[in-house]
């Protein structure tokens, strides 16, 4: 699971402000025959399934490994991540700008 920060609009309350969390769970299946491979991947947010299909599709003229698939499934996940934590970015900074003004008020 990974949770994404939702973007943060600019408010004059930025301490009271809620905050929103999206979650991505993604389920990913792979079956591997001499002829053909399978992949299924559930719940996949939409950019990762746009990079994920981008880079299958760039493998299948060549002959595809089955293993070839796990890193370009991980490497989208991984960019989730990514993303991920640097939403987070945002709401600390939201809080350290909270912070500074009153601390200069009083």
Same mark, same amino acid.
């Given at each position: ?10 408010? $004059? ?10 979650? &991505? ?7 591997? =025959?001499?002829?053909?491979?399978? *992949?299924?991947?559930? &719940? ?18 060549? $002959? ?7 890193? *370009? ?8 991540? &990514? ?5 987070? =970015?945002?709401?600390? =900074?939201?809080?350290?700008?909270? $912070? ?7």
């Amino acid at each position: 699971m990974i949770k994404q920060v939702q973007d943060l609009k600019d408010n $004059s309350d930025l301490a009271n402000a809620p905050i929103q969390y999206d979650w &991505d769970k993604i389920a990913v299946y792979t079956i591997s =025959r001499a002829s053909h491979h399978l *992949v299924l991947c559930f &719940d996949v947010p939409p950019s990762a399934q746009e990079e994920i299909q981008k880079q299958l599709q760039d493998q299948r003229e060549g $002959s595809l490994d089955p293993y070839q698939l796990h890193p *370009v499934i991980i490497k989208a996940i991984l960019q989730l991540f &990514d993303n991920s934590v640097w939403s987070l =970015r945002h709401l600390i =900074r939201r809080y350290e700008k909270v $912070s500074f003004s009153q601390s200069v008020m009083g």
